[in-house]
Each structure stands twice: as C-alpha cells, then as structure tokens.
C-alpha cells in the first residue's frame, strides 16, 4: 500500500484529537470514554496537585469532578484493572484478555525485580479465602529498608498480580486492594486465551488509535515490546493485521518519517478548539520523549529523581499546552489553599505576551479544580513578569 503523505502539522493535530485535546467530539463521556480512547493511563506515585491519573482525566476534560475519576478506574463491578503496559497502568477491563502475552512471559521467567518466594502459593491461598485484601492484610508490604526492600509476601502478591493469578481493579486510598482474577475479571473476558500474536496484533491496534499517528517505534514503546513480541508486531503492520495504515510525515526526521494511522483518523480533517492546559509528566501524549521531541519539538524530561542543585526546570514540571502546541512549562506547587508557581519558563521563539493568557488560564483553572483559591508566581522569565501579572489579574 503506498503510503499516505501528511505534514508535521496535519500529524499533530491528528494526534491531538486522538488524544482528546482538540475538538469537543474527542471529549464525549467523560472519565470512562477517555480512559477507553487513550487505551492506556499511566499510574505514578508522586502527587503534586494530584496524582496523575487524575490528572491526565483533568488535561481533557476541565474540572470534572475527581471523585468520578476515580469511579472511572476503580468502581464495582470492574470498569478497569492494574496491569503493565507502557509502565504500571489503568487499563480498561475489556482489554483484560490481551495482556495474557505478559502473563504468560512472567510466568516462563518465574523473575522480575525478585525471586519468586516459596510463600507464593500460601500468600494465593490467603487471598482465595479472605479476599479482597491489601498488603496489610497479608503481612505488609516492607521490610523497612528502602522502597524495594519489599517483604516476603509483598513479592508474592505482586507476582500473582503479574501472572494473574490475582487482580487489582479498585484501590483503598493509594493502596492496591488485590482478589482473585476469576472472582473480579467478568467470565467472558476470563475465558478468553488469545496467542502471543493476536494480543499484540490487537494492542497495536488500540495503540494506534489512540495515539493517533505513530511510528513503529511508537508502538513498542506505548506497549513496551521486547525483541520477540517487536518480531509480532512487525509481521502485524506487515501483513494488515493491525487495521493501521502506513503514513508519511514529511518533516519528521527521516528515520521516522514512515508511521502508522487509523484510518479513521484520516478520513477528517481535525478542527475544533484546542485545549489550554498542564500537563502531567506522565501522560500518554508526552510520555514518549523521543516522540515528543519529534511531534512538538519539546525536549520533556521529569526532573523529580535529578538532584535539586541540578534541576533545570523543577520538580515536577508541567508541560503547558495552549493553541496545539507546547509553549513553556510550570513546576507546581500548593502552601494551603494557594497554588504555587515555583518556576515558569517558556520555550524559544514563543512571545511573553501571546503566552502569558494562557499561561494564566491554565494557572487559575488548575488551582479552581484543587480547590486553590489563590495564585502565586515565584520564578518566571524576566520578560514574561509584566504580561502575565495584567494577565492573571
């Protein structure tokens, strides 16, 4: 098939309808919808203004409420289960069969981050008769060195998490609440036993629509594919499998310049008014930096494990996003009810004075949806202090 020619700027705007951030039609039904159409939201235990999977919910969809967030990923029945994709993710439970190619990669190398503990089939049994259950409940989760000192039965939770053997579909606060997969993955979707290639051959599909135009390396990263499961993914876009169609994007470097769409994307030009928002390191239209850098010509990196003293642009620094492009940053804070710019920086070329409306925009409709009602900007570029004082005022 010879592929479809697109510009940079007709890719990314494809992108960003495909990741709910043009156009209200990508923002229809609210927390669950979205969770569907990203295919896949990042989990990160840092909370500034809020934890990332709210947010990455908040970038879309405004000030929707946070307790319907949450009920969007954890709610009984099961809308949603814990598993690993791009990194640890809220995934939707319908998608529950197609991650058996890890399951079964798991258990083949009976090792991830530790051995596998001979406890492991007591710790099952435990849960099999007194689930649903929390670390707490078996034993705790540390034994009191550092975060990876993890004890005994912490191990074994984890790794019956990984095989399947249990499942997290809501939490407690910020803890995981583990039960048996056949007592909380719906029978249907548990009877289902896909091959290593029809999972991945799926995956990408939904990769690719939610990441809206893609390169190979693209998708391996949204899925973290090692070489064998690469090898299936290769022979998926090769043979038509996937349902993507091949693209070029000229402007891109040349090496990525050959990508992947839905065709359903293709077939309308993307309009309808942007969103004006921070981003969450973490979410799925920055994740990727390579990708980033290659889409928005954004260099995205999270600074929260670099050294203070080394830090460039903060702790957790927010990517702001006004008119479809990625115009500067925010590391964010809160002191009570006030929410704290500790340092704001915008990108080369971008006017201090076209920046500083959305700049403040995006600064009070985060700091109404923590409920802040205050704004205070500690560090900013010289030239951007008197444009968005006017603006913020």
Same mark, same amino acid.
């Given at each position: 098939?010879?592929?479809?020619?697109?510009?940079?700027?007709?890719?990314?705007? =494809?992108?960003?309808r495909?990741?709910?951030?043009l156009?209200?039609?990508a923002?229809?039904g609210?927390?669950?919808? /979205?969770?569907?159409r990203?295919?896949a939201?990042q989990l990160? /235990? =840092?909370?500034?203004l809020?934890?990332?999977?709210?947010?990455?919910?908040y970038a879309?969809?405004g000030a929707?409420g946070r307790r319907?967030v949450e009920l969007?990923?954890?709610?009984a029945?099961?809308?949603? @289960?814990e598993?690993?994709? *791009?990194a640890?993710?809220?995934?939707p439970?319908?998608d529950?069969?197609?991650?058996?190619?890890?399951?079964?990669a798991?258990?083949?190398?009976r090792?991830?981050w530790?051995e596998v503990?001979p406890?492991?089939?007591k710790?099952?049994?435990?849960?099999?008769?007194?689930?649903? !259950?929390?670390?707490a409940?078996?034993?705790?989760?540390?034994?009191?060195?550092?975060?990876?000192?993890?004890?005994d039965?912490?191990?074994?939770?984890e790794?019956?998490?990984?095989?399947?053997? &249990?499942?997290?579909?809501?939490?407690?606060?910020?803890?995981?609440?583990y039960?048996?997969?056949?007592r909380? &993955?719906?029978?249907?979707?548990?009877g289902?036993?896909? /091959?290593?290639?029809?999972?991945v051959?799926?995956l990408?599909r939904?990769?690719?629509r939610a990441?809206?135009?893609?390169?190979?390396?693209d998708?391996?990263? @949204?899925?973290r594919?090692?070489?064998?499961?690469?090898a299936?993914?290769?022979?998926a876009?090769?043979?038509?499998?996937t349902?993507?169609v091949?693209? *070029?994007v000229?402007?891109?470097?040349?090496?990525?310049a050959?990508?992947w769409?839905?065709?359903?994307?293709?077939?309308?030009?993307?309009?309808?008014r942007?969103?004006? /928002?921070?981003?969450s390191?973490?979410?799925?239209l920055?994740w990727?930096? +390579?990708?980033t850098a290659? !889409?928005?010509?954004?260099?995205?990196?999270l #600074?929260?494990?670099v050294?203070?003293?080394k830090? !460039?642009?903060?702790? @957790?620094?927010?990517p702001?996003l006004a008119?479809?492009?990625? =115009?500067?940053? !925010?590391?964010?804070a809160?002191?009570?009810?006030?929410? &704290?710019?500790r340092?704001?920086?915008? #990108?080369?070329?971008?006017?201090?004075h076209?920046a500083?409306?959305?700049?403040?925009?995006?600064l009070h409709? +985060?700091?109404?949806?923590?409920?802040c009602?205050?704004?205070r &900007? #500690?560090?900013?570029?010289?030239?951007?202090?008197?444009a968005l004082?006017?603006?913020?005022?």
């Amino acid at each position: 098939m010879t592929p479809i020619t697109l510009s940079a700027d007709e890719a990314r705007r =494809i992108i960003l309808r495909a990741q709910g951030f043009l156009g209200a039609e990508a923002r229809r039904g609210g927390a669950p919808a /979205t969770l569907r159409r990203l295919g896949a939201v990042q989990l990160d /235990t =840092i909370s500034v203004l809020a934890r990332s999977h709210e947010l990455v919910a908040y970038a879309r969809l405004g000030a929707v409420g946070r307790r319907k967030v949450e009920l969007a990923y954890w709610d009984a029945p099961a809308r949603a @289960f814990e598993y690993w994709c *791009h990194a640890a993710c809220v995934l939707p439970i319908e998608d529950w069969p197609l991650y058996a190619f890890r399951r079964r990669a798991f258990r083949t190398r009976r090792f991830r981050w530790h051995e596998v503990p001979p406890t492991v089939d007591k710790v099952l049994e435990q849960v099999r008769e007194n689930g649903p !259950v929390t670390t707490a409940d078996i034993g705790g989760a540390k034994n009191g060195g550092p975060w990876w000192d993890w004890s005994d039965s912490k191990i074994a939770i984890e790794w019956l998490l990984d095989t399947g053997e &249990v499942v997290c579909t809501r939490r407690v606060g910020w803890r995981r609440v583990y039960d048996l997969a056949e007592r909380a &993955v719906p029978a249907h979707l548990l009877g289902e036993d896909p /091959t290593d290639a029809e999972c991945v051959t799926r995956l990408a599909r939904i990769a690719g629509r939610a990441l809206g135009v893609a390169t190979r390396a693209d998708l391996v990263d @949204f899925l973290r594919l090692g070489a064998a499961h690469s090898a299936l993914l290769d022979a998926a876009l090769r043979d038509g499998g996937t349902g993507l169609v091949p693209v *070029h994007v000229s402007g891109w470097p040349d090496r990525s310049a050959t990508a992947w769409a839905d065709p359903a994307a293709l077939e309308t030009a993307p309009r309808g008014r942007h969103r004006t /928002t921070l981003l969450s390191p973490f979410d799925s239209l920055i994740w990727d930096r +390579a990708r980033t850098a290659r !889409v928005f010509g954004f260099n995205h990196r999270l #600074e929260a494990y670099v050294p203070k003293a080394k830090r !460039v642009h903060g702790y @957790f620094t927010m990517p702001l996003l006004a008119g479809g492009r990625l =115009i500067g940053r !925010v590391d964010p804070a809160r002191e009570g009810s006030t929410l &704290v710019a500790r340092q704001i920086g915008l #990108e080369p070329g971008i006017s201090p004075h076209k920046a500083a409306g959305p700049l403040a925009e995006a600064l009070h409709e +985060a700091a109404d949806w923590v409920g802040c009602d205050s704004v205070r &900007v #500690e560090r900013a570029d010289p030239s951007l202090h008197e444009a968005l004082a006017a603006a913020m005022r």
